[in-house]
Every structure is written in structure tokens, then in C-alpha cells.
């Protein structure tokens, strides 16, 4: 199934209703002229939201990689800026940010669009594909094609952050267990912040049987990152309330 799909399953069907979404937080933009977007109806949210046009497989546009919020693993661009709102609820207004899977670098652009100001930002992502569509259309973004764990050459930033990357190995490793590279992927993210971590999954409370994705239970995983950080004098806080499959999880420095 890969990434294309998780968040789909993640985020229930009402998951746009759930979210306290003002308009100033989806000051939304054509990313591209060329590429017709069709306008839906979604006034029961207090603003018009452009949808991309329903695509065939067989005829997926060129520029699928680079525009498409399917590409990315959201069904749609109310998912995407609905999780991109609640992470921002947690920044400081000139807080840098290093994303942890960032794909084509979108939370970026969403940052940008909506607070009129671009971030201190640095992407990191395995995906070569779409690390170069990213490059393409968001030309100032700093976003790198590599092994978010090999960040020692990066600056660190305020906070860290992963929209559901960790619930999919994206590595060669098959020595390291999951939780093992769970744990040191939690570990490399609190090390590279300087005020917290920001760390979405995929809930086991929704049924996602696929092969090379992972759910977690909160409870389960909240008491292992307690553990990584406690000694380090980090502080945990669990977010489960928008939606019964996913659920944060916030760890203060």
C-alpha cells in the first residue's frame, strides 16, 4: 500500500469536521496555472478549498508527482492542510523546523501560503522522486534526499516533526527491528531539537493490515517514548482527540 494510502486510512471520514479550521488557516493557491484546478463546495467549512480533478490511474497527469496531494498520501488537500494546521498549532511564530519525511517539502509551501512568511525549514526524505519534485516547484526549499538518522551535518532546529512516516520502514536495514528503528528514529529527532518533537501514527484502533505498515497503540507507545526521554528530561504529552486512527504524540524539551 505504501505511504499513498496510510494517511487515507488514518484519518476518519468526518476528520475536516473535527478540526477547529479558520479560513486564515487555508489561504490556498493554484501551486501551478498550468495545472487546471477545479473548485468544491465545501462551505459547511467556511471557505472554498481547490480540489484537484478526480484522476485515472492510467491517466495520471504529468505533473502527478509535483502538485498531487495523492502523491503524497492524502486523499485530498482538506486532510493535508487539516494535519499541517494542527502541527502548526504547537510552533512559535519564527520557530525553525526539520521534517522528518517530508516528501516534496509541502509543509513548507502550506507555511508559507498560510502565515505569508517563509520558515527556517529543512526536509529530509528517502524518496529521491519526490525530493525532485519538490525541488521543482518549491525552488527556496531546503529539502534533502537521505537518511533522516545521518543528520549530524544539519543545524538543529526548534522542532521536529513526522506526519506518519514512522509507521513504514523506508530503509535497507532488515537487521534493525521496528521498534528498534522506532527508538532511534524518536532518539535522532529529540537530539536535532531544541524546544520538541512532533510525531503523528497510525492507530491499531483502525484496521490496517498491509504488508510493511505498522500501528501502534497510544498507551503502549507513549509509555516507550516516556522511557527514551525521561532521562534526558524531556516531557510526553498525548494527543488522541481528533481522530481514532492517528494520534500525536508531543515531546517538550
Given at each position: 500500500m505504501g505511504v499513498k494510502n496510510l494517511i487515507k486510512k488514518m484519518i476518519d471520514p468526518n476528520f475536516a469536521k473535527e478540526i477547529d479550521i479558520q479560513e486564515e488557516d487555508l489561504q490556498v493557491?493554484?501551486?501551478?496555472?498550468?495545472?487546471?484546478?477545479?473548485?468544491?463546495?465545501?462551505?459547511?467549512?467556511?471557505?472554498?478549498?481547490?480540489?484537484?480533478?478526480l484522476m485515472?490511474?492510467?491517466?495520471?497527469?504529468?505533473?502527478?508527482?509535483?502538485?498531487?496531494?495523492e502523491a503524497v498520501g492524502y486523499g485530498n488537500r482538506e486532510q493535508q492542510f487539516g494535519?499541517?494546521?494542527?502541527?502548526?498549532?504547537?510552533?512559535?511564530?519564527?520557530?525553525?523546523i526539520m521534517d522528518f519525511g517530508c516528501g516534496r517539502g509541502d509543509f513548507y509551501a502550506w507555511y508559507t501560503q498560510t502565515f505569508n512568511k517563509e520558515p527556517k525549514y529543512t526536509g529530509i526524505d528517502l524518496s529521491e522522486p519526490l525530493i525532485e519534485a519538490g525541488l521543482k516547484v518549491y525552488p527556496n526549499a531546503q529539502i534533502i534526499c537521505g537518511?533522516?538518522?545521518?543528520?549530524?551535518?544539519?543545524?538543529?532546529?526548534?522542532?521536529?516533526?513526522?506526519?506518519?512516516?514512522?509507521?513504514?520502514?523506508?530503509?535497507?536495514d532488515t537487521v534493525t527491528s521496528d521498534f528498534e528503528y522506532f527508538d532511534k528514529t524518536v532518539l535522532t529527532m529529540f537530539e536535532k531539537a531544541e524546544k520538541g518533537v512532533i510525531i503523528l501514527l497510525a492507530?491499531?484502533?483502525?484496521?490496517?493490515?498491509?504488508?510493511?505498515?505498522?500501528?501502534f497503540n497510544a498507551g503502549d507507545i507513549l509509555n516507550r517514548v516516556l522511557k527514551l526521554v525521561?532521562?534526558?528530561?524531556?516531557?510526553?504529552?498525548?494527543d488522541h482527540s481528533y481522530s481514532d486512527g492517528m494520534f500525536s504524540l508531543i515531546i517538550y524539551k
Open positions: 493557491e493554484a501551486y501551478n496555472e498550468n495545472f487546471p484546478l477545479e473548485e468544491t463546495d465545501v462551505s459547511e467549512f467556511g471557505v472554498d478549498i481547490p480540489e484537484l480533478p485515472e490511474k492510467e491517466a495520471l497527469p504529468d505533473d502527478y508527482l509535483e502538485y498531487a496531494p494535519i499541517y494546521s494542527t502541527i502548526a498549532t504547537y510552533l512559535g511564530d519564527d520557530d525553525t537518511d533522516w538518522n545521518d543528520t549530524a551535518q544539519y543545524d538543529i532546529a526548534d522542532w521536529c516533526i513526522n506526519v506518519g512516516s514512522l509507521n513504514m520502514r523506508y530503509d535497507a492507530s491499531d484502533l483502525v484496521n490496517i493490515k498491509e504488508e510493511g505498515i505498522s500501528v525521561t532521562s534526558k528530561n524531556g516531557f510526553v504529552a498525548l
